[in-house]
């Protein structure tokens, strides 16, 4: 790695049991997050040599110093990122700093002085669209009674009924669901757990694919090839991946010939419905496990139709000529 604005000796290679970069992402609990971890380290390292096949491994963090940290926290704005982009490179940076210092590769101050870097700030507005009800259903109906399909449903249902995250639906397992409660065990960021709940609706597709499915341990919803078997390992269902869920919504929204719609728009369109509703905010931020309320207002939909209505009471004056 070439330290920004500064010359260092050449790095002696790191073996991975003592490279920073491996022992972050061994740290991390969910496969989503170590492949997303990777992902910024790697483009930092990329960003850094200027090598487009760079890799996070083996390169020289414990030698950054505050000077470095600085210049790149100052390179990826310039990218052009988005804010929260650019805070999850730093956190990422952060923490592999953490491990040099665990690892004894650099010192205490060192490290203390490096990562103190204040979270680039912005006042965008949160991504994603509202879905509205009636898409929901079309998508719906495009779920035939194929195995694929009977998954897809439950598996739409589920995402409009909770906001789930994209990892958090994957990563559930049968034993997360308690139809009695109408609940489903969620691990969300960081390894929290929390309990979200189901509508009555959403709990009868999910029992219809559990037909499909089976009781068996495993993977609440999972792969399914082509001639309708489902994905297994050891006899267990695994989980579907990230990009597998998105393929999934592409896939019946298309057939339904409605505009494109992601997990993460279902979770905006749970949270603004949550609020509209009047549900009070600690709770809409317990059911879709943000940390910190701000974050969950974020999405609130109620002032912008107030700014929308006070606009609506304006009369533009009828045109006519001077005299």
């Keep these: 790695m070439s330290l920004p604005a500064l010359s260092e000796p050449r790095a002696l290679p790191i073996e991975p049991a003592r490279d920073p970069y491996h022992v972050y992402l061994d740290s991390l609990t969910s496969p989503e997050s170590r492949r997303t971890m990777r992902g910024c380290l790697?483009?930092?390292?990329?960003?850094?040599?200027?090598e487009e096949s760079a890799t996070g491994a083996g390169q020289p963090w414990h030698l950054l110093r505050?000077?470095?940290?600085?210049?790149?926290?100052?390179?990826?704005?310039?990218?052009?990122?988005?804010?929260?982009?650019?805070?999850?490179?730093?956190?990422?940076?952060?923490?592999?700093?953490?491990?040099?210092?665990?690892?004894?590769?650099?010192?205490?101050?060192?490290?203390?002085?490096?990562?103190?870097?204040?979270?680039?700030?912005?006042?965008?507005?949160?991504?994603?669209?509202?879905?509205?009800?009636e898409v929901v259903g079309a998508a719906l109906s495009a779920c035939d009674d194929s195995p694929a399909g009977v998954r897809d449903a439950a598996l739409?249902?589920?995402?409009?009924?909770?906001?789930?995250?994209?990892?958090?639906?994957?990563?559930?397992?049968?034993?997360?669901?308690?139809?009695?409660?109408?609940?489903?065990?969620?691990?969300?960021?960081?390894?929290?757990?929390?309990?979200?709940y189901l509508t009555t609706d959403a709990i009868g597709l999910v029992e219809r694919w559990l037909a499909v499915r089976r009781t068996g341990p495993g993977a609440l919803f999972c792969p399914i090839s082509r001639a309708g078997r489902l994905r297994e390992r050891d006899g267990r269902p695994v989980g579907l991946t990230g990009q597998g869920i998105a393929d999934i919504l592409a896939r019946r929204f298309g057939e339904a010939g409605a505009a494109p719609r992601t997990a993460h728009d279902f979770r905006r369109t749970f949270i603004g419905e949550l609020l509209d509703a009047g549900v009070d905010l600690a709770t809409a931020q317990a059911l879709v496990g943000h940390s910190s309320p701000a974050t969950t207002a974020r999405y609130d939909r109620r002032p912008e139709r107030t700014r929308r209505e006070a606009v609506d009471r304006l009369r533009l004056p009828a045109s006519r000529p001077l005299a």
Excluded at 76 to 85: F, M, N, P, R, V
């Design 156 to 196: 739409i249902a589920v995402l409009y009924s909770t906001g789930c995250r994209r990892a958090e639906l994957g990563g559930l397992r049968l034993a997360d669901y308690d139809p009695g409660a109408r609940s489903l065990r969620v691990r969300g960021k960081r390894d929290k757990e929390r309990l979200v």
């Design 42 to 50: 790697d483009r930092l390292a990329r960003l850094l040599t200027g």
């Design 66 to 133: 505050y000077e470095h940290t600085v210049r790149i926290r100052t390179m990826l704005t310039d990218q052009g990122w988005s804010a929260a982009y650019v805070n999850k490179h730093l956190v990422a940076l952060r923490r592999v700093l953490k491990e040099a210092w665990r690892l004894g590769q650099t010192s205490a101050e060192d490290f203390a002085r490096a990562s103190d870097l204040a979270p680039v700030r912005a006042g965008r507005l949160p991504t994603g669209q509202h879905v509205p009800p």
